[in-house]
T-cell receptor, first 116, second 114 residues
Framework: AQKVTQAQTEISVVEKEDVTLDCVYETRDTTYYLFWYKQPPSGELVFLIRRNSFDEQNEISGRYSWNFQKSTSSFNFTITASQVVDSAVYFCALSDPDPYGQNFVFGPGTRLSVLP | ETGVTQTPRHLVMGMTNKKSLKCEQHLGHNAMYWYKQSAKKPLELMFVYSLEERVENNSVPSRFSPECPNSSHLFLHLHTLQPEDSALYLC?????????????FGPGTRLTVT
């Protein structure tokens, strides 16, 4: 069965610190997709990144970077030089095919607080 | 307007009321979703519509009734709800229904059942 684990329930850092949010997933499929979403206090989930299972290249987008390692079934997210505006709940999600179309499962989320 | 919009943003209803949540997407997407987000629980997928046809219904109580009149609009009709149904209800859409498509979310409706 598919599962997404985000072991860190809450993290607090001081502005300008780097922070890594962990995501570990389980799936039996060889083709799957991983996602990260940000949910600020306003409530709307914001899509950050999608990665397919055949592309293990790390990705960097500004202060954000993602480290995908199939060997450890992990898709970790690092924020460099964190800012107060990064405070939010971050969700990792897994999508893989099933006989009816797709399974889309979210992790429980990690609440990040960036203190000034 | 752009993206995914939801109305109302906040709703308080009694257990005997009937109300509806509305979602509209302006992205030209073919799939739409309803999620429930309760405190201290992961996001729960409730319903999926693809090209206006329901393709997934994850054991949701019948007091929640979805409707998708066209690919841009999605409703969630509520009746005789329970206090444990109080939650944030999120609507999302994606280009199509399939594992490779990211979803775009609306701001949610905060529902309180009294």
């Amino acid at each position: 069965a598919q599962k997404v684990t985000q072991a860190q329930t809450e993290i607090s850092v001081v502005e300008k610190e780097d922070v890594t949010l962990d995501c570990v997933y389980e799936t039996r499929d060889t083709t799957y997709y991983l996602f990260w979403y940000k949910q600020p206090p306003s409530g709307e989930l914001v899509f950050l990144i999608r990665r397919n299972s055949f592309d293990e290249q790390n990705e960097i987008s500004g202060r954000y970077s993602w480290n995908f390692q199939k060997s450890t079934s992990s898709f970790n997210f690092t924020i460099t030089a964190s800012q107060v505006v990064d405070s939010a709940v971050y969700f990792c999600a897994l999508s893989d095919p099933d006989p009816y179309g797709q399974n889309f499962v979210f992790g429980p989320g990690t609440r990040l607080s960036v203190l000034p | 307007e752009t993206g995914v919009t939801q109305t109302p943003r906040h709703l308080v209803m009694g257990m005997t009321n009937k109300k509806s949540l509305k979602c509209e997407q302006h992205l030209g997407h073919n799939a739409m979703y309803w999620y429930k987000q309760s405190a201290k629980k992961p996001l729960e997928l409730m319903f999926v519509y693809s090209l206006e046809e329901r393709v997934e219904n994850n054991s949701v109580p019948s007091r929640f009734s979805p409707e998708c009149p066209n690919s841009s609009h999605l409703f969630l009709h509520l009746h005789t709800l329970q206090p444990e149904d109080s939650a944030l209800y999120l609507c999302a859409s994606s280009q199509d229904w399939g594992e490779s498509y990211e979803q775009y979310f609306g701001p949610g409706t905060r529902l309180t059942v009294t």
